[in-house]
């Protein structure tokens, strides 16, 4: 069974078949494994969701961390 078609996507085009027999397989797994146990996909997302939320945190915090760097006023020894 393949999962997504080798001509629109270049990575599969450029992994070995085996590799994505793997991958295939794993995948196809996971789906049925999900589709076993829908609630498993709401706790995911939701774990997912608060690890965005401090990742976009520490992002936005990083930012305004950041050091700002004004031009100088050129003074008479650095001008002559």
């Not at 085009?13 to 995948?27: G, N």
């Not at 050091?67 to 002559?80: G, H, V």
Request: overall charge negative.
């Amino acid at each position: 069974m393949e999962l997504i078609s080798s001509d629109t996507d270049r990575v599969r085009a450029h992994t070995s078949d085996e590799v994505l027999r793997a991958i295939d397989a794993e995948t196809k797994k996971h789906v049925e494994a999900c589709a076993k146990a829908p609630e498993q996909i709401d706790r995911r997302l939701r774990e997912l969701e608060r690890e965005w939320d401090v990742e976009r945190w520490l992002e936005a915090n990083a930012s305004t961390q950041a050091p700002i760097r004004l031009p100088r006023e050129p003074t008479s020894a650095t001008t002559a």
